[in-house]
């Protein structure tokens, strides 16, 4: 939990366990499908772009 708290607090975000039975994997295994999440969409965006500069970068060739 040390780990989530200590990469929220420097965006003023806090972490706020509801349930304080859950088991740590579970915690664990939420954490990775979020990050996943966000990575997709990160490269997913990544990819995008560099087909449009390669689309561009061979119409100037042409």
Request: charged content about 30%.
């Amino acid at each position: 939990m040390e780990f989530v708290e200590s990469a929220f607090s420097p965006h003023g975000r806090r972490l706020v366990v509801r349930d304080g039975g859950e088991a740590e994997e579970d915690v664990v295994c939420d954490v990775v499908t979020v990050l996943t999440s966000f990575c997709v969409c990160l490269y997913g965006r990544r990819s995008a772009n560099n087909c449009v500069l390669e689309a561009l970068e061979a119409d100037r060739h042409d």
